[in-house]
Nanobody
Framework: QVQLVESGGDLVQPGGSLRLSCVAS????????ANWYRQAPGKQREMVAT???????NYADSVKDRFTISRDNAKNAVYLQMNSLKPEDTAVYYC?????????WGQGTQVTVSS
């Protein structure tokens, strides 16, 4: 069983930056694809960014060129650097790991972008 713990969510002004972290327990972290999702009030959960085991990344169009996903396999960690934040980025952000038929979710961390 893999447990994920996210951190780094906060209240930030528009144009500001935040760095989210997700640390996983267990083994074989480097084999997992890692993803960040978000869910705003009244909306469906949506994929924000993904990074596969080889380090290839993909982003939602709404965050491209503002967000960067990265991973540190030695620390069992995945990160989401968020720059130029907008009010519409306000959501609970979730970390997700996938390997074959196995998938794990964190508890989420709140990001609020407001002046």
């Amino acid at each position: 069983q893999v447990q994920l713990v996210e951190s780094g969510g906060d209240l930030v002004q528009p144009g500001g930056s935040l760095r989210l972290s997700c640390v996983a327990s267990g083994s074989y972290f480097s084999l997992y694809a890692a993803n960040w999702y978000r869910q705003a009030p009244g909306k469906q959960r949506e994929m924000v960014a993904t990074i596969d085991s080889g380090g290839s990344t993909n982003y939602a169009d709404s965050v491209k060129d503002r967000f960067t996903i990265s991973r540190d396999n030695a620390k069992n960690a995945v990160y989401l650097q968020m720059n130029s934040l907008k009010p519409e980025d306000t959501a609970v952000y979730y970390c997700n790991l996938i390997l074959a038929t196995y998938g794990y979710w964190g508890q989420g961390t709140q990001v609020t972008v407001s002046s």
